[in-house]
């Protein structure tokens, strides 16, 4: 950090003061109901769309907009998946105490640039699958 705090004093506009800063990503809470049709295992569509999910994710770039529509999106493209209804949806900055998690309705810029799932919200836990 302070050799790239370093870089960034002697590439800066004369005058400028930068703060660079490092943050933990902020933490997605997401729960659900994802109806699927088709023979597929539910456990395999449940790796097929945590995967999905994750990818989504992942592929935000920094400071990216992460997008309700977009998520439903690719959880609809597994293959089998015909409906998904998202009874929570939250995002909070990383955190060491106590969450400050706030709601997602169309779409969230994360504080940290980034975000993944909260590891004390695990999507196998949360999302519920029913065959239709």
């Known amino acids: ?3 790239f705090e370093a870089y960034i004093n002697q590439v800066k506009d004369a005058g400028l003061i930068i703060t660079v800063i490092s943050v933990d990503s902020d933490l997605l809470c997401l729960c659900g109901d994802i109806y699927y049709q088709g023979v597929t295992p539910v456990n395999v569509l449940q790796q097929q ?3 999905a ?3 989504y994710i ?3 770039p920094f400071n990216g907009v992460f997008s309700t529509t977009s998520l439903i999106k690719a959880i609809c493209s597994v293959d089998g998946i015909c409906e998904v209804d998202i009874t929570k ?3 909070t900055i990383a955190y060491n105490t106590t969450p400050q998690y706030q709601a997602i309705n169309v779409q969230y ?3 940290s640039g ?3 799932i909260d590891p004390n919200f695990p999507l196998n ?3 519920n699958f029913i065959q239709k």
Do not use: H, S, Y
């Open 125 to 127: 836990t949360k999302l």
């Open 89 to 91: 949806l939250e995002a």
């Open 1 to 3: 950090m302070q050799a």
């Open 53 to 55: 999910i994750n990818n």
């Open 109 to 111: 810029v994360p504080f």
């Open 58 to 60: 992942g592929n935000l």
């Open 114 to 116: 980034c975000l993944q």
């Open 49 to 51: 769309v945590a995967d």
